[in-house]
């Protein structure tokens, strides 16, 4: 018979727990990462591949929209990352909603550090510059957009984001 210290145990217990918790983040990243290519948004940067039709991409807005809105409450720069980018791939069918969405992801993932990681800015900014010019009218119309874009654009101002910087330079086209 084997007599274990008590700090041993708690060790032993600490390890488990460590281990759970590194499976459940690797899990909830390959779900993102699985998302992203799903929805083709990768495939935006590759011209030989065709993307999904839109009406594909509508009904993949639709069915993965739930799994998605779960996600934004990840705080892994990782899977911020490939949510931005989806989120931005999926703007046209429900812009408000995803750029609320892609805000609270962004701002999660900030505990985390995800405005000070140099991949974040372009995508983030790439979202951002969309958003004004296709959907700027969704700022007018809900005010907890515009608290979000400012949210947003502070988290990365206050980075040090020179590219964030320039952006709030651009909010008054929202009231063009």
């Known amino acids: 018979m084997v007599l ?9 217990e600490i390890d488990v727990v460590q281990k759970k918790i ?9 779900v993102g990462s699985q998302i992203y290519f799903a929805s083709g948004a990768f495939k935006q940067k590759d011209e030989d591949e065709k993307n999904l039709t839109p009406a594909q991409l509508k ?11 779960d996600l934004t409450l990840e705080i892994h720069p990782h899977v911020a990352y490939h949510l931005v ?21 962004i701002q999660k993932s900030s505990e985390a550090g995800f405005q ?6 372009p ?3 790439k979202l951002i510059q969309r958003v004004l010019a296709d959907h700027r009218d969704i700022f007018r119309k809900n005010p907890d957009c515009l608290t979000a874009l400012i949210k947003v654009l502070d988290l990365f ?3 040090g984001w020179p590219e964030a910087r320039q952006l709030t330079h651009r909010l008054e086209e929202i009231y063009r």
Request: charged share 25%.
């Open 59 to 69: 009904r993949f807005w639709v069915d993965a929209a739930p799994l998605l809105r």
């Open 85 to 105: 980018q989806t989120f931005e791939h999926l703007l046209p069918f429900a812009p408000e909603e995803i750029f609320l969405l892609a805000a609270k992801a």
């Open 116 to 121: 000070n990681e140099s991949l974040a800015v």
């Open 157 to 159: 101002v206050e980075a």
């Open 4 to 12: 274990h210290k008590e700090g041993d145990t708690a060790a032993e």
């Open 22 to 30: 590194k499976n459940e983040v690797v899990l909830i990243d390959s």
């Open 123 to 125: 995508q983030v900014v």
